[in-house]
């Protein structure tokens, strides 16, 4: 009997195992296992039991089943993989660099199924202008699953699918069973949630929340209710290259139109069109209910035997109103529209293609909110809403004569897969779930983290992604549809960050034998970077290491020793810590830690007061200049926020006190914004006359070669062109101000001196050509001055990003004389950008952005004497504790360049009028002092912004380092 009964073990196992080959086989037996063992036994008993049959799940189980213990998937639908079996085809990553242990190995055994190797040592690449974030991972959802299939089965895990969880018991703060709804019982030592709603740990009395938290509760910038500026209508749109993407890197399946939202046009009264959400706007940073907007990822395909999309039973066009509506908007404005409008579409093997969603394409704002806590029945119908929505619109795009013949064409040329999705008809099974529960642990995720301002202790894994939250909802703002809480912004150039252990199971007093891997403790704005597939399997494959380690020890998970963890987990080819490699190949080196701030702005005795604001007088934008000796200064400013110019002083003592007005020409009031002074010498042998260059104005004879003159320049004369004084004299006397000829919105923000002194290179920011209204563009131009300055050539345009503005370039040279840097404001996501030059100006490289330390308005930059460079500015970073104040930075030239964050900064002076400050002069005395100057409201009460410099030396902030 006993030789039968192994006998018949053997060729089940061989029959198994021949399965795995077989699409959907495998999942029929481990179905039909499931169920016999249901009527043989009612309670499953094992060491760590992963309640979701998911990426994070599967992974989670073949780890503690790897470590020896017993492990048991209970997933409530028919399948394993989650998103990534599911029809996210197209995965994003992040960095490769970032995804090690079994995620690493799912996708190199997934890739080489189609002859791909994957490279992961090296990261992404920007295609075409987009994000370099991944999407590279081409796979086909039906090898997808059948690889988690094997994985679970070759590690001996045992997988019960359509477990649905009715209620999870407790003994004191530690989980002892799960009840399904249909009466089986799960008992383990550890559970793990790897649910993407957190089912689990709800069911388990762990504190979550679904509220976007507000900014002002973790002194976030995107959470709570939020509009970003990138996805506002406006009728102003670049046209896209051959990748679908504008100069800038949006992409036009991401283009807001002003769109009237109403029945009838412009009749509030006659009601909302289909798929626009009732609803206030709301205050922007205040607290909100709402998730991510969902959608199903579609595998279609072009393949000759491919399955019509149907559309649902009860279509009407009309539900798609507001879609003829943006394809009219689109129409209006000169798009040329094809199928990568209503979706981005990435090419898989085998003739499919994954789906995205865009303005109007997948997703259903609003309709995901009830999912996380509905039952599962009614989840049944949100997807099917969501499903029917989307045939609906698949139609209305292929079939509707208000759809431009182009997209029509291309859409009849997609329909469903055969082999994909075989038991739902080739549509997905998985409705992606960007978000639902989230724990509140000790330790929340937030911002902060996810930008390298903190670093969470204790790492488990690595996030990469960017700040990438769906919608939550479709709106009337101002009149017209908006998509509320939508952010595409990056994390600012930061560089992956931990995901610390403590976000991964619950406050000791809730439950001590949890982990929770996709709902973890996170805000909501955290949360939509660390979401990524490959991030839920590292976290998952540490969960479940913890969870054997907790075994083994006879400790709550909270009791976990790290130092254990971390050896094992690095054992298993787990990235923890981030180590990136130099540009030139140097030696790996692990990112540092985020930099730290001195504060100097509480020591009044380092300020001196310029020009003093009062209630009337508002002190604004001033810039300096030190002339040779090393201790006469000059400093230029405007009255009120970018006003008139003309008043200008001079300190004879390196800044320490300073006269009263200098007498200037009457015109210097004619002329506005931001006044910039400059010391300019008119190279020596050159052969150059008045009128010699006819087509720029020649401001008056040149007089005396070789000789240096002071300049003033403004931003715009009655004209609108750019005016200059000049002064032979240095400084006692002023020329009138009189046009460059030149079209700018600023003067010239840096004047660097090229080619041995040859020529000086002025570089601003300009409206693109040919654009005067709003929303105006910047884009950065050069014009360059053979005289010293007194004409200069017509504008050469640098760098236009598109739907970015990029303004206020200033120009640094390299230590070794070989390179110019030029520092970048960007007015649109609020980071900042650089360039190099290494032909002195003539060409320029693409713009980068800075390392967050960096992250600022208007950048001015001075070496010291030991070779380190201070950069002063506005911080705008998102996450800086010293956001909209003024700071300088303190590091090395080659920090830029290799995109580190350098020393530290220094927070030089407090704004009390948020981010109005900055437009600062910097200079560096003799000694080594720096004086830097800014417009600001420095202190409390009713008088307006003063211009106030503050005085300090590196030795001193170093000390002050030293010392914390």
Known sequence: MKNLLAAFVATWRRVLRRAWSCPGVAVLLLSMGSALHGAQSRVIEADVCVYGGTSGGVVAAVQAARMGKTAVIAEPGRHLGGMTAGGLSAVDIGDPRSVGGIAREYFTQLAATVGVTLAWDKPFRSDGGGPATGGAYAIEPHKAERLFDRMANQAGVAVHLNARLASAAKDGTRITELVMEDGAVFRAKMFIDATYEGDLMAAAGVGYTLIREGNAKYGETYNGIHYADIYRPRTHHQKPGSTGRVPG???????????????????????????????????????????????????????????????PADYDPQRYEIVARFIEGCLAIGDELDLRWFSKHDPLPNDKWDFNTATFGGNLPGASWEWPEASYARREQIAKEHENYHRGLLHFLATDPRVPDKVR??????????????????????????????????????????????????????????????????????????????????????????IGYAVIVPKAAECQNLFVTFALSASHTAFSSIRMEPVFMATSQSAATAAALAIDLQVPVQRVPYDRLRERLEADGQVLEWKTSEPDGGDSTTQQAPLSTLDLSGDTARHVIIAQGTEQVYQGHPTTLLMPDGKTMYCVWTYNHGGPCGPIKRSDDGGRTWSDLLPVP???????????????????????????????????????????????????????????????????????????????????????????????????????????????????AQSESTDGGMTWSPWRILLDLGDLKPCEPA??????????????RENHRRIALFMTSNDEGRTWSE?????????????????????????????????????????????????????????????LLHSHRGSDCGYPGLERLPDGTFVATTYIKYQPGPEKHSVVCTRFTLAETDAMAKGR
């Open 847 to 907: 713009a980068k952005p800075l390392p967050p330390g960096l992250f600022g308005d208007r950048h001015i930059a001075q070496y010291a004497d030991d070779g380190r460079l201070v950069v002063c500015f506005r911080d705008t970073g998102q996450a800086s504790s010293t956001r909209n104040h003024f700071v300088a930075w303190v590091g090395r030239y080659e920090d830029i360049i290799a995109g580190r964050d350098g020393q530290y900064r220094v927070k």
């Open 666 to 780: 009457e015109s210097w009031h004619s002329v506005r914004n931001c006044p910039a002074i400059y010391r300019l010498v008119d190279p020596a042998n050159r052969d150059v006359e008045a009128g010699q260059t006819p087509d720029v104005p020649v401001l008056e004879p040149v007089r005396a070669l070789g000789r240096a003159r002071l300049f003033v320049f403004a931003g715009q004369g009655p004209d609108g062109t750019m005016h200059v004084s000049h002064s032979e004299d240095e400084g006692r006397t002023w020329s009138e101000m009189r046009s460059t000829g030149l079209v700018c919105v600023m003067p010239f923000c840096s004047i660097v001196p090229v080619d041995g002194g040859k020529r000086l290179l002025g570089l601003t920011n300009i409206r693109r050509p040919g654009e005067t209204k709003d929303p105006r563009s910047n884009v950065v």
């Open 811 to 824: 120009v640094v040279r390299s230590p070794d004389g070989g390179q110019l840097l030029c520092l970048l």
């Open 249 to 311: 890197g949006q992409g036009v399946w991401d283009r807001d139109l002003p769109l009237d939202p109403y029945v009838v046009k412009g009749d509030p009264s006659s009601g909302l069109l289909p798929l626009i959400n009732d609803g206030e706007p709301g205050v922007p940073g205040e607290p909100a209910p709402g998730i991510q907007a969902y959608c199903f990822r579609l595998c279609l395909t072009t393949a000759a035997d491919r399955l019509p999309i149907e559309p």
């Open 409 to 498: 064409e291309q859409m009849k040329q997609f329909g469903l897969p055969r082999d994909e999705f075989v038991d739902n008809g080739g549509w997905p099974h998985q409705i992606y779930v960007r978000e639902g529960r989230r724990m509140i642990g000790d330790l929340v995720l937030t911002e902060h983290h996810t930008f390298g301002r903190q670093a969470a202790p204790h790492s488990v894994s690595l996030g990469s992604y960017g700040t990438d939250t769906h919608e939550i909802r479709r709106i009337v703002k101002d009149g017209v549809v908006a998509r509320e809480g939508k952010t595409a912004t990056g994390r600012g150039g930061a560089p992956p960050y931990p």
